[in-house]
């Protein structure tokens, strides 16, 4: 069955860097488009960055410009985000998304940016 497991969140530092993980099967992956959403506490989700099939194309949320990059191995199914230059409200449940004809969702993981 489909399944997107996230992993690589935690607890972290502000100013410290992050790296999260996206492991897909079930589909194939080399053809679907992948993202990274969030959602913190009473807030709405929200899409950080997004990936095309190939890598490509890549876009960013404007309050994570210059902080995170998005990237694929389609040999691995997987997608990452790196994440620097962590802020206080970058906390939330981060979520991976892939979608072309059908749209997934993985569980999430919580991050976390605190002193």
């Known amino acids: 069955q489909v399944q997107l497991v996230e992993s690589g969140g935690g607890l972290v530092q502000p100013g410290g860097s992050l790296r999260l993980s996206c492991a897909a099967s079930?589909?194939?992956?080399?053809?679907?488009?992948m993202s990274w959403y969030r959602q913190a506490p009473g807030k709405e989700r929200e899409l950080v960055a997004s990936?095309?099939?190939?890598?490509?194309?890549?876009n960013y949320a404007d309050s994570v410009k210059g902080r995170f990059t998005i990237s694929r191995d389609n040999a691995k199914n997987t997608v990452y985000l790196q994440m620097n230059s962590l802020k206080s409200e970058d906390t939330a449940v981060y979520y991976c998304?892939?979608?072309?004809?059908?749209?997934?969702w993985g569980q999430g993981t919580l991050v976390t940016v605190s002193s």
């Open positions: 990936i095309s099939s190939g890598g490509g194309s890549t």
């Open positions: 079930g589909f194939i992956f080399s053809v679907y488009a």
């Open positions: 998304n892939a979608i072309r004809n059908r749209e997934f």
